[in-house]
């Protein structure tokens, strides 16, 4: 089983993905676009200072699901 911090790095990394598959090359352009602080987005793609609203918040803008967000490596 995965620590913590694993989990915790792995969903920032699907973050990423998800963002860059959806066009988005910039993470700070996607938290400007949407309204997110730059810096609070870019702590939840290292895996630091995750929320499950903050989550919750970025895959409603994705259009995404938890179980879709979930279903890729976990």
């Known amino acids: 089983m ?3 911090e694993e989990l915790l790095k792995a969903i920032g990394e699907r973050l ?3 963002r860059v598959q959806n066009g988005y090359t910039s993470y700070e352009d996607f938290a ?3 309204g997110l602080g730059r810096m609070q987005y870019w ?3 290292k895996g630091v200072n995750l ?3 903050s989550l919750i918040r970025v895959l409603t803008i994705h ?3 938890l ?3 979930f ?3 976990f």
């Open 51 to 53: 929320t499950m609203k």
């Open 43 to 45: 702590r939840m793609e």
């Open 63 to 65: 259009e995404m699901s």
């Open 71 to 73: 279903s890729k490596g």
């Open 16 to 18: 990423k993905e998800v």
């Open 67 to 69: 179980q879709e967000f």
């Open 32 to 34: 400007l676009e949407h």
């Open 2 to 4: 995965k620590s913590e």
